[in-house]
């Protein structure tokens, strides 16, 4: 297993434009996080997926932002007309367990958003 | 949410341990302490976890105060590549993880 996987490592778009990111996880993870983090902050939460079934989603996640795990296995995260504010990078995690306290995270290398 | 507090940076040199502090007071009785830690450009990576006992693993060991109240996270032997941010984090149940702002590690050689 190569961990979880994040495509593309950077994105680089204009403002107005829609963009889509997809993440891997491990196989065996039930688990999908999705967070984002910009310069100098601790990630902050986005959304997760147990399975398929989105189960919880941040007030940082506006309408512009939808998130998807068909089938249990991977996920994408959709940003509709981009705006500057969004540039950061975008993390996704996954774990075993339904997330069980004594379970740890696996985190991908991120997707970096540039808006210009 | 119990929160943790993280001294904003530290230094030490290498070759030597280090012991980067994370006060819990507000910590419930079964929530776990999670480690992470983040090198620059890249995801967070899970260090070490524990409830009440000290652990030891191939990282790092994690020392838990007897109140629960604050853990120290230790590495035996720091090498520069063990420079990074790190994140002292309560996890409560199947909650999702929340992170702080960390402590900054720097390694002098």
């Known amino acids: 297993d190569t961990g979880v996987s994040q495509n593309p490592r950077h994105k680089i778009t204009k403002r107005g434009q829609n963009v889509t990111f997809r993440c891997d996880p491990i196989?065996?993870?039930?688990?999908l996080y999705w967070y984002r983090q910009t310069l100098g902050q601790g990630p902050e939460f986005l959304t997760y997926?147990?399975?398929?079934?989105?189960?919880?989603k941040s007030r940082l996640l506006s309408d512009r932002f939808s998130a998807e795990r068909p089938k249990g296995s991977f996920s994408t995260l959709e940003i509709q007309r981009t705006e500057q504010g969004d540039s950061a990078m975008y993390l996704c995690?996954?774990?075993?367990?339904?997330?069980?306290?004594?379970?740890?995270?696996?985190f991908g290398s991120g997707t970096r958003l540039t808006v210009v | 949410d119990a929160k943790t507090t993280q001294p904003n940076s530290m230094e030490s040199n290498e070759e030597e341990p280090v012991h980067l502090p994370c006060n819990h007071s507000?910590?419930?009785?079964?929530?776990?302490i999670h480690w992470y830690r983040q090198l620059p450009s890249q995801g967070p990576e899970y260090v070490i976890h524990?409830?009440?006992s000290n652990v030891n693993n191939r990282m790092a060991s994690l020392a838990i105060a007897e109140d629960r109240k604050s853990s120290t996270l230790i590495l035996h032997r720091a090498t520069l590549r063990d420079a990074a941010v790190y994140y002292c984090?309560?996890?409560?149940?199947?909650?999702?993880?929340?992170f702080g702002t960390g402590t900054r590690l720097t390694i002098i050689p």
């Open positions: 524990g409830l009440t």
């Open positions: 196989s065996e993870h039930n688990r």
């Open positions: 984090i309560l996890k409560f149940g199947n909650e999702k993880l929340t």
């Open positions: 995690a996954s774990s075993a367990a339904g997330g069980r306290p004594s379970y740890g995270y696996t």
């Open positions: 507000t910590i419930s009785g079964t929530d776990y």
């Open positions: 997926f147990q399975n398929e079934a989105q189960l919880e």
